[in-house]
């Protein structure tokens, strides 16, 4: 649990030196520092004003909120102070240029689960940190970041950051204004009881997702042979925190729906930055066939469906992916129990 260790003495340590690590730390502080103001102006909720109000579109066709936009410039301008050359937001249609000579670029989604912002529910900022190679920068796969994270604006404030070197859990001190280390090297539940899924869309899911929630209902008496939870918030953030914490998995798959096919979540800023984070802390992320770190980006802002959290049931999915149900059946070569009982 806590051990009273500030992200800035984690930061250096972890740099030791190193101008391109120094690089990347500086980067995650401006990150934090763009969190800190954000924090403030979600923490106001109505008091802020009509932070929901839809002001338009992203470059992804969603409804962009105020706040969405108040979210990206503030995390622009912190980046500014960053050795950042080149963003690539949710929140805007072209990648942009900040100091072309700079060595990184970020990839972000300044305001997760923008839906629930009058609804007092989490939501947060993800980021991924990539090596600027000038054009293509984006277009690499997720691999090749250098670190990753989200902060959540919860209950309490908490960043969650992973520098290749692990995850770490660092929670905002509101007294001393600085992030602390709450826990260190998480790593995520091998095994789980519980999914979370958005099950509005079970009319829209294929046959291997299908399947698989069905033998999860079934509970005790299916072939799974254990009672599962569902939780869905519909903040990416919040629902992956809580995987960190105890356990779980998040599943959004592609779908039926008219541009649906790939998913809802985007590649690069969202998916990238949540897989690294996942397989650091000893799970997994695939979009059902393939790992999401080795997927290629077609554009900045190409979507993908997102599997992960606890690693064995990563895999399990897999396996339904990978053997297609029966006509007729709600499981893929189950009988009362199955090849994917051990």
Not at 83 to 107: C, F, I, K, N
Request: hydrophobic share 40%; aromatic share 6%; net charge negative.
């Amino acid at each position: 649990m806590a051990d009273d260790t500030t992200l800035d003495a984690y930061l250096d340590a972890w740099a030791a030196g190193d101008p391109t690590r120094a690089a990347v730390a500086r980067t995650v502080t401006a990150m934090t520092a763009a969190g800190r103001t954000i924090a403030k102006i979600v923490a106001r909720g109505a008091l802020e004003g009509a932070m929901a109000a839809a002001v338009g579109d992203n470059a992804g066709g969603d409804t962009q909120k105020a706040l969405d936009v108040r979210c990206h410039e503030i995390t622009v301008e912190a980046l500014r102070r960053a050795p950042v050359a080149l963003v690539g937001s949710e929140e805007a249609d072209e990648v942009q240029e900040l100091d072309p000579t700079a060595p990184l670029a970020v990839a972000t989604d300044p305001l997760d689960g923008s839906s629930n912002i009058e609804t007092n529910v989490s939501i947060g900022t993800l980021f991924g940190v990539l090596p600027n190679i000038g054009d293509g920068t984006f277009l690499q796969p997720g691999s090749k970041q250098l670190a990753a994270g989200f902060i959540v604006y919860g209950p309490a404030t908490a960043l969650v950051l992973t520098v290749g070197d692990g995850v770490q859990i660092f929670v905002l001190d509101a007294e001393r204004d600085a992030f602390l280390r709450s826990h260190a090297d998480v790593r995520i539940a091998e095994t789980t009881k519980e999914y979370a899924i958005n099950a509005s869309n079970h009319r829209h899911w294929d046959d291997a997702m299908t399947a698989y929630i069905g033998d999860c209902l079934a509970g005790e008496t299916g072939p799974r042979e254990k009672n599962f939870n569902m939780r869905w918030v519909g903040s990416l953030v919040a629902d992956v925190f809580r995987i960190l914490v105890r356990g779980g998995v998040y599943l959004y798959p592609g779908d039926a729906r008219k541009g649906y096919e790939q998913g809802r979540l985007r590649l690069v800023y969202e998916c990238n930055p949540i897989a690294m984070v996942c397989e650091q802390a000893g799970g997994a992320a695939t979009d059902g066939r393939t790992r999401i770190l080795d997927l290629i980006p077609e554009k900045l802002h190409v979507r993908a469906p997102l599997i992960a959290g606890s690693a064995e049931e990563v895999e399990r999915i897999g396996r339904y992916y990978a053997e297609p149900a029966r006509k007729g059946s709600s499981s893929p070569l189950f009988a009362r129990r199955g090849l994917f009982l051990a």
